[in-house]
């Protein structure tokens, strides 16, 4: 029973000593804040970046970065033309696929609104 009452008693005191929150160190506290209000603040610049990135394009495809799935969506484009105007990036504006003889001029006016050389 004494073994009993001994080992329950040491049970509860090594529970209560592990359950309770270890005291930290002001500094320790203080570089935990200001790291984790860096990664905040970087967080939110990379958000505002990416705000005013859609603002510019306003949902438009990039000629010099776009995927040929995304090229391929615009009215009018066919596989042929996605090919060659990815071959020839990059483009300093999007009238250079008119120039180059990619698209047609009614194609271009059909897509002008559409894409972006960035």
């Known amino acids: 029973m004494k073994r009993a009452l001994f080992c329950t008693i040491t049970f509860i005191l090594l529970t209560s000593i592990g359950c309770t929150p270890a005291q930290r160190d002001p500094e320790a506290i203080r570089q935990d804040t200001a790291k984790a209000t860096a990664e905040a603040s970087k967080d ?3 958000v505002v970046h990416g705000v005013e990135d859609a603002l510019k ?3 438009s495809v990039d000629l010099n970065k776009a995927t040929p799935e995304q090229l391929r969506a615009l009215p009018g484009i066919t596989a042929a033309q996605v090919h060659r ?3 020839g990036r990059p483009y300093a504006s999007t009238d250079e696929l008119v120039k180059r003889h990619l698209v047609s001029k009614a194609e ?3 897509i002008a609104d559409k894409v972006v050389a960035d």
Do not use: L, P, S, V
Request: aromatic share 8%; no cysteine; proline share 0%.
């Open 44 to 46: 939110a610049k990379a």
């Open 57 to 59: 394009t306003k949902g």
């Open 85 to 87: 105007i990815i071959a």
């Open 108 to 110: 271009y006016d059909r």
